[in-house]
């Protein structure tokens, strides 16, 4: 997601006054009554941190997911255990080849941390290469048919060229704490496909759960697109440690500028609940999109000022008529990608997208027992 709908977006998400009347959208035809009964007869639900959503059978994984849960980094993924052998290997030996460059003849990597019941290991490498005292926990593990690959920074001052900085000396040393850490993170996460609803506390993320209470140091992002139609998409964003000075419909200002850059206009605005009684504020927007057709970009924004582990501030947006674009995670130096064809118009027509956002959106609520 880039360009006015990046934009649009960004504006939603971080810095709105109401103005106008809500328009009055026109009922569905038969033919777009036709086309919701298709999309919406599979309806599934999906755990999304620690919150439930129904969405249509059509809607998968983008393949890319990112969670950060008590400051460490986490990924998941589904993977054969010769073929993570084959990578942890190939990844220890880069590491055990290379140096720093302010001091070369000292490697890059000091341990290899052990682990229970997982195949695999934790590097303690240099963050950057550069220096002993900035480390990065690199954690690559391999058990029930899931690869998990966790990372954390810390600080180490019992480096000897540190001995007589003050300014080490008040870093201080937190590499014993994060290294606790990032173990007792990774003893709680265990491998989750999509369509599994776990029934203990815990936070749900792609391809992963991390069993145990809320913390407030939540941060998840979980993208879906349908397999047959690559403009359509639902991106969910949680967060436990931020709290907003304002509401989605405190920002108004900042999106109508956007909206008129984007020729766009609000097709509806204002606050709503979900059938289990949730509550947020929502816009829903038409304007042109970075694949030069009319498109739609429908936001939902809760808990703005109250964001807490109980209450993580939630934001949900849903896009029409702009292709899904997952980070590029493959190696430096890969050949470029072949661009897809033109996109001729959204896949889906006004009437479609906006039903189909309320029996998305209708269906939110906390996960029993998520918290």
Not at 36 to 64: E, F, K, N
Not at 74 to 103: C, G, K, M
Not at 228 to 248: A, G, K, Q, R
């Amino acid at each position: 997601m880039k360009g006015r709908m990046k934009a649009l977006l960004a504006s939603a998400m971080l810095m709105l006054g109401i103005a106008g009347c809500q328009p009055t959208l026109p009922p569905l035809t038969p033919q777009e009554q036709a086309t919701m009964q298709t999309l919406t007869h599979a309806m599934t639900p999906r755990c999304i941190g620690r919150y439930l959503i129904d969405l249509p059978a059509g809607m998968v994984p983008s393949g890319w997911g990112g969670l950060k849960a008590q400051g460490v980094n986490i990924e998941v993924a589904p993977l054969n255990e010769s073929l993570f052998r084959w990578r942890y290997e190939q990844r220890e030996a880069e590491l055990r080849t290379a140096h720093l460059d302010a001091h070369p003849d000292q490697p890059v990597l000091k341990e290899i941390i052990p682990l229970r019941g997982a195949i695999g290991g934790g590097f303690n490498r240099s963050e950057t290469g550069g220096t002993n005292g900035s480390r990065t926990l690199e954690l690559h593990a391999w058990r029930d048919g899931y690869a998990i690959k966790m990372w954390i920074n810390a600080f180490d001052n019992l480096y000897p060229e540190y001995k007589n900085e003050k300014w080490a000396a008040e870093v201080g040393r937190d590499l014993p704490q994060k290294q606790a850490l990032l173990l007792d993170v990774f003893a709680r996460i265990r491998g989750r496909a999509d369509n599994e609803i776990p029934s203990e506390q815990g936070l749900c993320f792609h391809g992963g759960f991390v069993q145990g209470p809320a913390t407030d140091e939540e941060n998840l992002d979980m993208d879906y697109v349908f397999t047959d139609m690559p403009d359509v998409s639902i991106s969910i964003h949680n967060n436990s440690n931020l709290v907003s000075e304002n509401t989605l419909l405190d920002r108004g200002k900042d999106i109508d500028a956007n909206l008129r850059i984007a020729d766009g206009h609000t097709l509806r605005k204002g606050k709503r609940q979900s059938h289990d009684g949730l509550a947020f504020d929502e816009w829903l927007m038409e304007a042109n999109t970075d694949d030069h057709v009319k498109g739609h970009m429908f936001t939902l924004e809760a808990n703005s000022k109250i964001g807490s582990a109980q209450t993580p501030l939630l934001n949900i947006d849903f896009q029409n008529g702009q292709r899904f674009s997952p980070p590029d995670k493959r190696p430096p130096g890969s050949l470029p990608l072949d661009s897809p064809p033109p996109l001729a118009k959204a896949s889906l027509t006004e009437g479609e997208a906006v039903a189909l956002w309320d029996a998305i959106t209708d269906t939110l609520l906390p996960r029993p027992n998520g918290f």
